[in-house]
Structures are given as structure tokens and as C-alpha cells.
């Protein structure tokens, strides 16, 4: 296992807040957390939730070849 780099980390964390095509799940799964993120819509964890669970439907349909 190694270590990512200051510069690797940053390319991960800008990937999740950028709308590029995710390259699995569990990317499409971060992009929606992060796009609720900064945002006042959710009001608590369970809000946030279901709002990341339409989120993936959308990406679903919209990569149906990466996010199962």
C-alpha cells in the first residue's frame, strides 16, 4: 500500500465535487454526497440520505455501464 501524494489527494477530492463521469459506485455515491455538501436543502442526516439516493437513481440512468 503507499501513500498518495498531496497532489493525488486533491485530484480525488476535485473528481467527487466536479460533475465527470464517475468511474464506480462508490465515486457516484461520493459526487452525490459532495453535491449536497455546502448546501442548506438538507437539514439533517436522514434528509441528506434520500437526497443522495435520487441523486444516484439519476446517475444510474445517466452511466447505467458504471453505477450499479
Not at 4 to 25: H, M, N, Y
Amino acid at each position: 500500500m503507499t501513500r498518495s501524494t498531496g497532489s493525488e489527494r486533491q485530484a480525488a477530492i476535485d473528481s467527487l465535487k466536479s460533475e465527470v463521469p464517475p468511474q464506480s459506485t462508490e465515486m457516484a455515491r461520493g459526487q452525490c454526497w459532495m453535491k449536497y455538501e455546502n448546501t442548506k436543502v438538507a437539514h439533517n442526516l436522514d434528509e441528506k440520505m434520500k437526497l443522495v439516493d435520487q441523486c444516484m437513481e439519476e446517475k444510474k440512468r445517466q452511466y447505467p455501464m458504471v453505477v450499479q
